[in-house]
């Protein structure tokens, strides 16, 4: 299995990027899927999730109205649209699949398999 995130970049403050997460080696649409980061020096921090059909979506606050997630099955990928990109949304960003969990959940404890990370910085 693996899960391989790109799409990270430098963008100034307000600004916008779009990751993305391919998968493969697993049946795509029998997994939940999320979105996590960690900056520097703290600990890895739930960002979003999506059930494997895309039917619930799920936000850490800190980045509800500014985030999107979505997944194409077709495609094997999960996207996460970043708008309004704060310096504080520095981190890099992974991407995890859970099969336990088909609506994707906020604890890393909950998934099976990790990509390794896309690195967003957000200048000021």
């Known amino acids: 299995v693996q899960l391989q995130a790109f799409g990270g970049g430098l963008v100034q403050a307000g600004g916008s990027l779009r990751l993305s997460c391919a998968a493969s080696g697993l049946s795509f649409n029998n997994y939940g899927m999320g979105w996590f980061r960690q900056a520097p020096g703290k600990e890895r921090e739930f960002v979003s999730r999506i059930k494997w059909n895309g039917g619930i979506r799920d936000y850490a606050d800190s980045v509800k109205g500014r985030f999107t997630i979505s997944r194409d099955n077709a495609k094997n990928t999960v996207y996460l649209q970043m708008n309004s990109l704060r310096p504080e949304d520095t981190a890099v960003y992974v991407c995890?699949?859970?099969?336990?969990?088909?609506?994707?959940?906020?604890?890393?404890?909950?998934?099976?398999?990790w990509g390794q990370g896309t690195l967003v910085t957000v200048s000021s």
């Open positions: 995890a699949a859970s099969r336990r969990f088909l609506s994707g959940s906020p604890y890393p404890g909950n998934y099976d398999y």
